[in-house]
């Protein structure tokens, strides 16, 4: 999992998304996961928002579409 938000947050540094060109991110839906319930998603999406990013979810994955109006730029 670690793994996973270092290389959203590294493709995100190395090219950051538009609201006209946003990043989706594919993350599963989780139904392989214990009881069903995706972790990978979640876990993505609460590190970005931490970072600064506005993020949407969608049914299997994330829409990442620039940084936050909330939070100043790092």
Known sequence: MAE???I???VLRDDPPTPARPLMIITGRGKHSTNGVGV??????HALVEAGWSVAKFDGGLTVRGRSARKPLM
């Open 8 to 10: 959203a947050k590294d």
């Open 40 to 45: 990978l998603g979640p876990a993505i999406c």
């Open 4 to 6: 996973a938000i270092q």
